[in-house]
């Protein structure tokens, strides 16, 4: 499992994280509301990650914002002290129907716009963006199929915990976790027991973990081992399909596979 494959090598990969344009960045503290994104980003570097997914609640407003100060960072010279390589995955955390919180994950070279686009498509109410207070008319089953068909990936939110797909029940739950084309749920305690649904399912999905952090102090405590040849959409679908050879979580190794 721990093997390199010829011109692949293994990400450090987070793919869950938020910036001062999701309301609940701080939990309170207006210090942590006022970071500065080359500040942001400085945190996941010290940090060693190599892969950030952006995943505001219901906004992709930071995105672009963050991608230029990454953009003046590597050019810049010298560089900030803690500077390392980073690859920016643009995203957003939508809140489905029932409040069910779904990932979508888009390519490196996407930005706000396609994560605005994909907001309008499952008609999030534009009054609350950046939010939990409100929710999207559209089922899990729906804003899945609209984020593959925006060209992103999906990913069900800590399905074990609260605002997760596995709190949902019978024909609903049946219907979401066999949508077309899931290959990844985020699974926040791995040990702990599954529904019975989704053992009589039978699917193999990647389990995959991020650190959902909304404070500095939660930052690279949580992520997965990925492995790409690049960082990309296309790379990370495939070790979505490889799952146990292409992804490995934090609580799985101990060293640097």
């Given at each position: 499992?721990?093997?390199?494959?010829?011109?692949?090598?293994?990400?450090?990969?987070?793919?869950?994280?938020?910036?001062?344009?999701?309301?609940?960045?701080?939990?309170?503290?207006?210090?942590?509301k006022?970071i500065?994104?080359?500040?942001?980003?400085?945190m996941?570097?010290?940090a060693?990650?190599?892969?950030?997914?952006?995943?505001?609640?219901?906004?992709?407003?930071?995105?672009?914002?963050?991608?230029?100060?990454l953009?003046?960072?590597?050019?810049?010279?010298?560089?900030p002290?803690?500077?390392?390589?980073?690859?920016?995955?643009p995203?957003?955390?939508?809140?489905?129907?029932?409040?069910?919180?779904?990932?979508?994950l888009?390519?490196?070279s996407?930005?706000?716009?396609?994560?605005?686009?994909?907001?309008g498509?499952?008609?999030?109410?534009?009054?609350?963006?950046?939010?939990?207070?409100?929710?999207?008319?559209?089922?899990?089953?729906?804003?899945?199929?609209?984020?593959?068909l925006?060209?992103?990936?999906?990913?069900?939110?800590?399905?074990?915990?609260?605002?997760?797909?596995?709190?949902?029940?019978?024909?609903?739950?049946?219907?979401?976790i066999?949508?077309?084309?899931?290959?990844?749920?985020?699974?926040?305690?791995?040990?702990?027991e599954?529904?019975?649904?989704?053992?009589?399912?039978?699917?193999?999905?990647?389990?995959?973990?991020?650190?959902d952090?909304?404070?500095?102090?939660?930052?690279?405590t949580?992520?997965?081992?990925?492995?790409?040849s690049?960082?990309?959409?296309?790379?990370?679908?495939?070790?979505?399909?490889?799952?146990?050879?292409?992804?490995?979580r934090?609580?799985?190794?101990?060293?640097?596979?």
């Amino acid at each position: 499992m721990t093997g390199l494959i010829h011109g692949a090598k293994w990400w450090k990969f987070d793919f869950h994280n938020h910036t001062p344009k999701s309301n609940d960045f701080g939990k309170g503290d207006e210090l942590h509301k006022a970071i500065t994104p080359e500040d942001w980003l400085l945190m996941y570097m010290t940090a060693g990650i190599d892969c950030v997914a952006i995943t505001d609640h219901n906004s992709g407003e930071w995105i672009d914002t963050l991608k230029a100060a990454l953009a003046a960072m590597e050019i810049s010279e010298p560089k900030p002290t803690g500077y390392r390589k980073l690859f920016l995955f643009p995203g957003v955390e939508i809140s489905a129907s029932g409040n069910i919180h779904i990932l979508a994950l888009f390519d490196p070279s996407a930005g706000t716009t396609e994560v605005q686009t994909l907001l309008g498509a499952v008609r999030f109410p534009a009054a609350h963006v950046g939010t939990t207070d409100a929710v999207s008319p559209d089922s899990v089953e729906d804003i899945i199929n609209a984020i593959h068909l925006a060209g992103a990936i999906a990913i069900p939110a800590h399905v074990d915990e609260p605002s997760g797909l596995f709190s949902l029940t019978g024909f609903t739950f049946t219907q979401a976790i066999k949508s077309e084309g899931l290959l990844a749920i985020e699974v926040v305690t791995k040990a702990k027991e599954k529904p019975e649904l989704y053992k009589q399912s039978k699917l193999q999905l990647a389990e995959v973990v991020g650190t959902d952090s909304h404070i500095a102090a939660q930052v690279g405590t949580n992520y997965t081992w990925v492995k790409m040849s690049e960082p990309s959409l296309d790379a990370l679908k495939l070790a979505f399909h490889d799952r146990e050879d292409g992804i490995i979580r934090k609580e799985e190794i101990t060293v640097d596979p």
